[in-house]
C-alpha cells in the first residue's frame, strides 16, 4: 500500500487550507418546493442497510530482512570457512510476512454483484472482501478504477440476488435539503447518520474534476466509500473525503456528486477504464485584472486558454492562446473549472461548438473531441507566438527584459526556440514579484500582441492607458515553455 494510502487509515483527511475555493457552477433544474423533514428516517434506513457493505483488504507487506552480519576472526583463523559458509547460508532470511488491512463502505448497484466504493479503500489490496449486513462474506474483483475521482467497482459473486440501490439526481440537490450517510465508521458496521446539504460543488483541490457535496452528516473514518442518500433513498453521493483536525466528524464532509460518479461507473463497467473527452489545451482562471484587460463586461467569467497543443484538437479548430471560452457544446462555462469537467463528459469523435472571446469579440468555432490518455500529462512544450530578435534591453511594469541571446538561453536554461523577451531583473516590492515573475521568465505578449523588442512593450502599454486600460495581461513563459498570463497595473 502507498505512503498516500497508509495516511488515509483509511479515510481521505482534507486539511482546512485545501477547500477554501469553491465551484460556481450549477446545472439543472432546482427541486419545485422545499420538503418537509420527516418524523424519523427509520423507514428509508431500513429499505437502505441491506444495500450498504463493508470491504476489508489485507495486503503482504514485504518481509523483514533478517540476515545477520558475520563476526569477524582474527585473520587466518581456523573457523573463517566455518563463519563464512553459515552467514552465507544465511544472508537471505526473512521474517514472516505481515498482513495489513484496511476497512471501508461501498453499495450494490447490480443485484448480481456489482459493488462501488473509492479507490483508496482497496488500492494496493492483495484481497478484498465485501462483507453484507446478514453477516455473509465475498472476496471481490476489481473491475476497474479511476483515480482522478477516486472510484473503483468490484463484482461479487452472491448465491441469490442482492439488495441493489440505484443513482439519483445529485444536480436537483439544494442547500439545506436532508440527506442520509451510511456506512462503516471505525469498524463498527452499518449506521446511519443524517444531516442537510450544507454547500454543492465544492473544490477541495484534490483532483481536476472537484465537484463535491458538502454535508454536515456525521462521515467518519470507515465510511469512505458509503453512500449518501437523498430522502427518496437514491444515492446522490459517494462519501470520499472529510476535513478534520482529528480524524472524526466536525461535521464537514465531502461526497462525490452522482452526476460525477455515474459516467465512471457505466465506463468502467462498459470497458474496464474510463474514457474521458479531451482537446489539447491548458486553462486558467479569469481573475477581475485579467477580466478587466481584456475587456470582458461580464467580469471574470469563462476559461482563459494559456496554452495550446500543437497536435490537438484545439489547434485544429483554431483556438489560440489568450482566448476565453465562455461556451461549449452549448453549455455556459462559467469558470475556469468547468470547461474540463464539460470537456471530459464529452462524447469521444462528436463535433461540438464553442464560443470564444477574442481580442475583445465573440467568435463561434468547432471542435472535434479527442480522448484522454489517462497516463499522459499536460504537454510542456505550448505553441507561443513568434518574435524577432532585438538587441536592446528595456524597463517597464517593474521588470527589466531583453531579446533573446545564446548567452540569455544558456544562462537561464532556456529551449533554444524561445521567443519573445527575456526578463532579467525583478524589482524588489514591485507588483511583478508578487505575481511570482521572476528573471528567467520570456515574456511573450502583452496586451495579446506578441512582442520583439523592448519598443513593443513600451508601444504596447502606451496603447494601453491612450484607451483608458487599467491593466496589461502579460503572457509569459517559463524554461519548460509552460506558459501563464498575469495582468499587472499600468497606473
Not at 110 to 118: K, R
Not at 299 to 316: E, R, T
Not at 393 to 399: E, H, K, N, R
Request: one cysteine or more; proline letters at 6%; aromatic letters at 4%.
Amino acid at each position: 500500500m502507498s505512503d498516500r494510502n497508509r495516511r488515509l487509515k483509511p479515510f481521505r483527511t482534507v486539511c482546512a487550507a485545501a477547500f477554501a475555493a469553491s465551484l460556481v457552477w450549477a446545472a439543472g433544474a432546482p427541486s419545485a418546493e422545499a420538503r418537509p423533514a420527516p418524523e424519523s428516517f427509520a423507514d428509508i434506513a431500513e429499505g437502505l442497510l441491506d444495500a450498504v457493505v463493508n470491504i476489508s483488504t489485507s495486503q503482504n507487506a514485504p518481509a523483514a530482512d533478517k540476515a545477520v552480519p558475520p563476526p569477524q576472526a582474527p585473520d587466518g583463523s581456523p573457523l573463517d570457512e566455518f563463519f563464512d559458509d553459515f552467514f552465507k547460508r544465511g544472508e537471505t532470511s526473512k521474517g514472516p510476512s505481515r498482513k495489513q488491512s484496511s476497512l471501508g463502505s461501498g453499495f450494490v448497484i447490480d443485484a448480481s454483484g456489482i459493488v462501488v466504493t473509492n479507490n483508496h479503500v482497496i488500492d494496493g489490496a492483495d484481497e478484498i472482501t465485501v462483507n453484507f449486513a446478514d453477516g455473509s462474506k465475498l472476496i471481490a474483483e476489481l473491475v476497474g478504477k479511476d483515480l482522478k475521482t477516486d472510484l473503483a467497482v468490484l463484482r461479487v459473486k452472491p448465491p441469490k440476488p442482492l439488495k441493489a440501490v440505484s443513482f439519483g439526481d445529485s444536480e436537483r440537490l439544494r442547500v439545506g435539503d436532508w440527506v442520509l450517510a451510511i456506512g462503516n465508521p471505525f469498524g463498527l458496521g452499518g449506521s446511519v447518520s443524517a444531516g442537510i446539504v450544507s454547500a454543492r460543488n465544492r473544490n477541495i483541490n484534490s483532483g481536476p474534476y472537484d465537484n463535491f457535496i458538502q454535508t454536515d452528516a456525521a462521515i467518519n473514518r470507515g465510511n469512505s466509500g458509503g453512500p449518501l442518500f437523498d430522502i427518496d433513498g437514491k444515492v446522490v453521493g459517494i462519501n470520499t473525503a472529510i476535513i478534520s483536525p482529528s480524524g472524526g466528524s466536525i461535521g464537514i464532509g465531502f461526497s462525490v456528486p452522482a452526476r460525477t460518479a455515474r459516467p465512471v461507473v457505466e465506463q468502467i463497467l462498459k470497458y474496464g477504464e474510463t474514457r474521458r473527452g479531451w482537446i489539447g489545451v491548458r486553462v486558467q482562471q479569469v481573475t477581475d485584472q485579467i477580466a478587466e484587460s481584456l475587456g470582458l463586461k461580464s467580469g471574470p467569467v469563462g476559461a482563459l486558454i494559456a496554452g495550446v497543443n500543437d497536435d490537438g484538437p484545439a489547434a485544429k479548430a483554431g483556438i489560440q492562446t489568450g482566448d476565453v471560452v465562455l461556451t461549449f457544446d452549448g453549455k455556459t462555462v462559467k469558470e475556469m473549472r468547468d470547461l474540463p469537467r464539460i470537456v471530459a463528459d464529452s462524447e469521444i469523435d462528436k463535433e461540438v461548438p464553442l464560443v470564444v472571446l477574442r481580442k475583445g469579440e465573440e467568435k463561434s468555432l468547432t471542435i472535434k473531441i479527442a480522448r484522454l490518455a489517462e497516463d499522459v500529462a499536460t504537454p510542456a512544450a505550448l505553441k507561443t507566438p513568434g518574435a524577432d530578435e532585438a538587441p536592446k534591453s528595456g524597463v517597464a511594469l517593474g521588470i527589466t527584459f531583453e531579446a533573446v541571446t545564446d548567452d540569455l538561453v544558456k544562462k537561464f536554461a532556456l529551449k533554444p526556440d524561445a521567443k519573445g523577451l527575456v526578463i532579467t531583473a525583478v524589482a524588489d516590492g514591485s507588483k511583478a514579484q508578487e505575481n511570482a515573475i521572476k528573471p528567467g521568465d520570456v515574456l511573450v505578449e502583452v496586451a495579446q500582441e506578441a512582442v520583439a523588442t523592448p519598443q513593443d512593450v513600451e508601444a504596447r502599454i502606451a496603447a494601453l492607458k491612450k484607451d483608458g486600460k487599467k491593466t496589461a495581461l502579460l503572457l509569459l513563459s517559463n524554461n519548460k515553455g509552460d506558459v501563464r498570463f498575469v495582468a499587472l497595473s499600468i497606473e
